[in-house]
């Protein structure tokens, strides 16, 4: 698991992330609803918040949500993309440390965002933070490599982007999970997701990579000018497709 400090690794990229990145499926509510006694009434803790992406999804449900962010451009444009949701609240805090008082929440999330916690750390403030029975749901949009334009995206980064391998989340797995939540019962749960992109939205999707190169680096524009030829040879009707799989696994802290 990664221990690079992840606070500013997104400061510069918080347009590119709030336009380009995918949201999380809506079948996610329903499940935690009928697995884990989610109610509209509930709390919920969505740590490492970012742009506010899953707490929307709480939200919508009626839901009290605490973001929880450490990078002060994320958090604002959180705040900002939320603004119409009396019930969200945006905290400067970590996973590690989130300010939140003894048993005041009902779920602790975290979308796109666990692999960068200090898990033994996170695991202990969260244990405090949640009302008995402690259900935490971990949640990533993993993205598919299934040939053609995904596959040639995914070689491009390691070619491309040196931090890639070191940052990416599909390095989580069960031995981490039995870890994390104390126990092996936890579950794990997948959906479908997809965006489609024009040439504009390829490149803001990748800009919003922790590992993606700076404009200005060296590396930014032989970047930039091959993955607009991948595009260009796998578009159809000016678009592809970014398939994911979205990964949900949720349990109680013991």
């Not at 705040?79 to 019930?87: S, T």
């Not at 969200?88 to 970590?94: H, L, M, N, T, Y």
């Not at 996973?95 to 960068?116: R, Y």
């Amino acid at each position: 698991m990664a221990h690079l400090d992840p606070t500013g690794r997104f400061s510069s990229r918080v347009d590119d992330y709030s336009r380009y990145r995918p949201s999380y499926p809506p079948e996610i509510i329903p499940l935690l609803e009928r697995e884990c006694g989610l109610k509209s009434s509930s709390t919920v803790a969505d740590v490492g918040s970012g742009t506010g992406l899953l707490s929307k999804l709480f939200l919508d449900f009626g839901c009290h949500v605490i973001g929880i962010e450490p990078n002060r451009e994320m958090r604002q444009a959180g705040g900002q993309f939320l603004a119409q949701y009396l019930k969200f609240s945006g905290v400067d805090a970590k996973a590690e440390k989130t300010e939140l008082p003894d048993s005041s929440v009902d779920l602790v999330t975290a979308g796109q965002a666990f692999h960068w916690f200090d898990a033994s750390a996170a695991r202990r403030e969260f244990h405090r933070i949640l009302r008995s029975p402690k259900w935490v749901a971990l949640i990533w949009n993993e993205r598919e490599v299934t040939g053609g334009f995904l596959s040639g995206y995914e070689q491009l980064l390691h070619r491309h982007a040196p931090d890639y391998s070191r940052v990416d989340h599909r390095q989580i797995g069960a031995d981490q999970m039995n870890e994390f939540f104390g126990h092996r019962n936890w579950k794990l749960r997948t959906f479908g997701n997809v965006q489609e992109f024009d040439l504009a939205g390829v490149l803001g999707r990748l800009r919003s990579s922790s590992y993606a190169p700076h404009p200005g680096d060296a590396a930014y524009e032989p970047m930039m000018a091959e993955l607009t030829r991948l595009f260009e040879t796998h578009q159809q009707n000016g678009y592809v497709a970014f398939l994911y799989r979205t990964n949900m696994y949720y349990g109680k802290l013991l």
